[in-house]
């Protein structure tokens, strides 16, 4: 029987509860939106005693589902002060579902301001005193808890960024080789856990694929076929194993729409220096790895392992990061990427917020834009609590006010992702309107406007742009509780046995029986129900714009502006 | 062979990048390396890509000018093409 898992931190109290009836048919985004919505008040302050912080596996999560380990962590945000759920690879949610965890729930704030861990295992949980971790980095902590609780363990933690509740630190965990570089990044959820004072929390479950199952047999056949499905798919079978998902730098560059330069052009002269191709390359050549898994079971391994000239090793270097630390900064590097991106794991920073405040600041002028060795000073000066790695720990919106900056590409208080919403205005929907501010993978329109799945819809043109955005928004939040890594995505829009293979999945381990209809109104019911969170805590429909910069201001190659209005955004919310 | 002769039998020149496992196919292009080719007056993507011996079913994405195009579109003097495999990520 799955329980919940209270931890207390003004008490400094864990205590286990049953599941709620509402909650029994609900898991990773479906169930942390709904905790954060039923118990957290909409107007509380992010990093007061009010908020709570949640983490929960998805539905299928912890079986021998393919690519089904992702964790949902969920709170009110600090970044944008509204509801958000960021999704994380890595061994945790496993542990946490074979451990029959449905979600834990960490409330309050302790009086004394001391450092905790909260250690679970299959004899219960506990918190324990964490004051000799506080103050390290991420790498360093993943490994005092591997050597102290053994190498299985899973181990979430936060580097000093959330330790000095920073808003856009972000909550990692780790792969199964022990890097602590699989975040639930965006939204500054590493400060709600800093605010709370926990440290880590390290889930020992000896088991990763043995979550109950009604009806074994039936499980197995969809799970099988699930797993066929994505293995055939030209992209998770094949294009995401052998290059990673740093793959889409050319693409995305060769379709003008790779923001550069703090989204000034949407071409980068060296973006095959910092591509996909050349990344695996490379890492095989250092003796790295072009492929890698985030956590067992996943088929489409779109993990990497780069070691860096320095002797420390970046695993993974993701497209995100990859774009936001290079091309976005003018950085034509690979090796400066992996660095920036390493420090960003160890201090404990989302990569894409990073990556688009030092855009900002380059902007600014307070490092030259292209010069690699000023941005890794400037990030080193995060760990240290300077001003200005204060600031930069603190997500583009608060820079670009810092240094008078306009040229702020952010949607509430969120730094954009990796497409111009101007080249490909599909997914400048998705973050206009989103309940989460600018995130490209609640509704990522880039795979039928430029890699053509799922049909094709004219990235340039403003017509249809608004119902595909809010076609993908619904289907990405009911599959953000299924815990299957949103890269399935790809064969479910161009496979139409996918969706039933999923769905039969569930029936066949809960029971139920769910049909296609049940999972589109699932995906509307979470989002309705994260708009009304944010409606409760001040944002109204003008929230849902961009900068008005992409509107006024033409992208080389193609000058186009994003030109789809107001009252159009307004019609996502129309269901 | 006079020059006007040259550019008769020559045709007009695009600027192709091969990419993510294509340019095999053709190795003088290179990976993502923009190079010059020659083809006949009204030759289509099609038709280029034949040039290039890769095969059609290997090529998802044709990129003209940074505008997907469909294999039947006539090439113009100057376009920039790029070819891809099926990929995806993000």
Redesign the interface.
Known sequence: MARLLRVDMTKKEVNFADVPEKYSLLGGRALTSQIVADEVPPACDPLGKFNKLVFAPGLLTGTNAPSSGRLSVGGKSPLTGGIKEANAGGITSQKLANLGIKAVIVEGKPADGGWSLLKITPDGAELLDAGDLAGKGTYEVTAICRERYGNKVGVITIGPAGEMCLSAAGVTNNDPDGNSSRYAGRGGLGAVMGSKRLKAIVVDSPKTFDAPVKDRERFRAAAKKFSDILLKHPVTGNGLPNFGTSILINVINEAGALPTRNFAFGRFGKAQEVSGEKLAETAVARGGKATHACHPGCVMRCSNVYPLPDGKVCAPIEYESDWALGPNLEIGDLDVVGRLNYICNDVGLDTIETGVTLGVLMEAGVIPFGDGEAAIKALEEVGRGTALGRIIGSGAAVAGKVFGVTRVPAVKGQGLPAYDPRACKGVGVTYATSPMGADHTSGYAVATNILKSGGYVDPLKPDGQVDLSRNLQIATAALDSTGLCLFVAFAVLDDPEALPAVVEMINAQYGTQLTLADVTELGKQILKTEREFNRLAGFTKEHDRLPEFFATEELPPHNTVFDIKGEELDQVYNF | MTENDAREETGLEVEV?L???LEKFFPAAG???ACLVQVPEGATGSDLIRQLNIPADQV??M?V????AAPEQVLQPGDRV?L???????
Not at chain 2, 65 to 68: A, E, L
Not at chain 2, 84 to 90: A, E, L, M, R, V
């Open positions: 990048r990419f993510s496992g990976l993502g390396k998802f994405t990129f000018n940074g505008r997907h790029a891809f495999p099926p990929i995806g990520g993000g």
